[in-house]
């Protein structure tokens, strides 16, 4: 598992991964999949796979398109290849078409959706990436030659992978390498689960084709996917909408117009709102907290703790906390049990130990003049993360 200190897109990474496969095998094919797709019949997938296989080029899956779809990119199909029967030179990539000219790609039938799945031994990649991108390729190699192994964890060198180029692997190899080949694939059963109405057209369904999840009463709706994760959700006489609720926030869009759900993150981005990079849940090694209620000197967080894990030892400048666990509270070590709390002044010295068998779950009231994460002084920590 190799860990990004920072986000740089699918170039990076597919060329992180390019170096860690080379470590076991000069010869490794790197299988490139986004994680949000779904193919349901599987066992032609693997023959397309293997079609491509013996290949020299890099080979992208083309999907054969059923509808003029305007959220996809496109890939038009060039001359057959002399070598491998099934493969296609690529001859273009084209941007996400207007209707008019998704409508002429299906009939033209040379275009596919670009699936963003990918086939390549990793030093042809790597040797692509240094001749189009070689600060990616310096950058990269570098990130990884420095990184830290911790277990089943490959953390690169945050500061070469921070100087690395964003890009994605679309944008920096595949439109501009001569080496670009593509499968056309039919019948995998192939959806691109990235969009809300993705997501919805492969949902069990109901008589008035609405997919509801969790806790959802509706009346007079018709076609519309509506998800409730931690409260009820109701409906009345809408259509055709996508509604999802979760501990982060609610939306409600048009099936019609999803894709765009990208604009509201960028104006989250924009406003240096949390909810645009945080989840209200945040996952640590130790477990997972998660913030209850929050208000201009107090906040209230749920905390669970791992059996035989401990949070890291640490101080705060500006909260004081109070909680119920197995604690060390400055010079005092506490064993608290059920509806039993201590306090820890500012400044204070502690830890948050689960010696058990089973999660430990407490609730930490924070009270002060600054309440964010990064008022964590690290004194020790036990999962090598570096100290704050």
Same mark, same amino acid.
């Given at each position: 598992?190799?860990?990004?200190?920072?986000?740089?897109?699918?170039?990076?990474?597919?060329? &992180?991964? /390019?170096?860690?496969?080379?470590?076991?095998?000069?010869?490794?094919?790197?299988?490139?999949?986004?994680?949000?797709?779904?193919?349901?019949?599987?066992?032609?997938?693997?023959?397309?796979?293997?079609?491509?296989?013996?290949?020299?080029?890099?080979?992208?899956?083309?999907?054969?398109?059923?509808?003029?779809?305007?959220?996809?990119?496109?890939?038009?199909?060039?001359?057959?290849?002399?070598?491998?029967?099934?493969?296609?030179?690529?001859?273009?990539?084209?941007?996400?078409?207007?209707?008019?000219?998704?409508?002429?790609?299906?009939?033209?039938?040379?275009?596919?959706?670009?699936? @963003? %799945?990918?086939?390549?031994?990793?030093?042809?990649?790597?040797?692509?990436?240094?001749?189009?991108?070689?600060? %990616?390729?310096?950058?990269?190699?570098?990130?990884?030659?420095? /990184?830290?192994?911790?277990?089943?964890? &490959?953390?690169?060198?945050?500061?070469?992978?921070?100087?690395?180029?964003?890009?994605?692997?679309?944008?920096?190899?595949?439109?501009?390498?001569?080496?670009?080949?593509? &499968?056309?694939?039919? @019948?995998?059963?192939?959806?691109?689960?990235?969009?809300?109405?993705?997501? /919805?057209?492969?949902?069990?369904?109901?008589?008035?084709?609405?997919?509801?999840?969790?806790?959802?009463?509706?009346? /007079?709706?018709?076609?519309?996917?509506?998800?409730?994760?931690?409260?009820?959700?109701?409906?009345?006489?809408?259509?055709?909408?996508?509604?999802?609720?979760?501990?982060?926030?609610?939306?409600?869009?048009?099936?019609?117009?999803?894709?765009?759900?990208?604009?509201?993150?960028?104006?989250?981005?924009?406003?240096?709102?949390?909810?645009?990079?945080?989840?209200?849940?945040?996952?640590?090694?130790?477990?997972?907290?998660?913030?209850?209620?929050?208000?201009?000197?107090?906040?209230?967080?749920?905390?669970?703790?791992?059996?035989?894990?401990?949070?890291?030892?640490?101080?705060?400048?500006?909260?004081?906390?109070?909680?119920?666990?197995?604690?060390?509270?400055?010079?005092?070590?506490?064993?608290?049990?059920?509806?039993?709390?201590?306090?820890?002044?500012? @400044?204070?010295?502690?830890?948050?130990?689960?010696?058990?068998?089973?999660?430990?779950?407490?609730?930490?009231?924070?009270?002060?003049?600054?309440?964010?994460?990064?008022?964590?002084?690290?004194?020790?920590?036990?999962?090598?993360?570096?100290?704050?």
């Amino acid at each position: 598992m190799l860990l990004e200190p920072v986000g740089r897109n699918t170039a990076p990474a597919v060329a &992180v991964a /390019a170096w860690q496969a080379l470590q076991h095998d000069a010869n490794a094919v790197l299988l490139v999949l986004p994680s949000d797709h779904v193919i349901r019949h599987e066992d032609v997938f693997r023959a397309l796979v293997l079609k491509a296989l013996p290949a020299a080029q890099l080979v992208t899956f083309g999907i054969a398109p059923d509808t003029p779809h305007t959220g996809y990119g496109y890939i038009r199909s060039g001359q057959p290849s002399a070598d491998v029967d099934g493969l296609y030179e690529v001859e273009a990539f084209v941007e996400k078409p207007d209707l008019a000219r998704a409508q002429a790609f299906v009939a033209d039938g040379s275009y596919y959706w670009n699936s @963003g %799945m990918f086939l390549f031994r990793a030093d042809a990649y790597l040797h692509e990436l240094e001749q189009l991108q070689p600060a %990616m390729h310096q950058y990269s190699q570098q990130a990884f030659a420095q /990184a830290q192994r911790d277990l089943d964890f &490959v953390r690169l060198d945050a500061q070469a992978f921070a100087a690395c180029p964003s890009d994605s692997i679309d944008y920096a190899v595949m439109e501009k390498t001569a080496k670009a080949a593509v &499968v056309p694939a039919a @019948g995998l059963g192939w959806s691109d689960i990235g969009l809300w109405g993705a997501l /919805a057209d492969i949902s069990a369904q109901d008589q008035h084709g609405n997919a509801l999840q969790g806790d959802v009463l509706q009346h /007079a709706t018709h076609g519309c996917y509506v998800r409730a994760e931690s409260r009820l959700v109701a409906t009345v006489g809408v259509q055709d909408l996508v509604v999802v609720e979760t501990g982060d926030a609610v939306l409600v869009a048009h099936k019609d117009q999803v894709q765009d759900v990208k604009k509201i993150v960028e104006q989250l981005a924009a406003a240096g709102r949390s909810e645009a990079v945080l989840h209200q849940r945040l996952n640590r090694p130790w477990g997972w907290y998660e913030g209850l209620a929050m208000c201009e000197r107090f906040q209230v967080k749920r905390i669970q703790v791992k059996p035989g894990s401990s949070l890291s030892l640490q101080l705060h400048h500006h909260r004081a906390e109070k909680g119920t666990a197995p604690i060390t509270n400055g010079d005092s070590e506490l064993l608290l049990s059920e509806n039993q709390s201590t306090y820890i002044p500012l @400044g204070t010295v502690h830890r948050l130990v689960n010696p058990g068998r089973i999660p430990l779950e407490i609730v930490e009231v924070q009270s002060g003049s600054y309440l964010s994460e990064d008022d964590i002084v690290s004194l020790e920590d036990v999962y090598g993360r570096a100290p704050a």
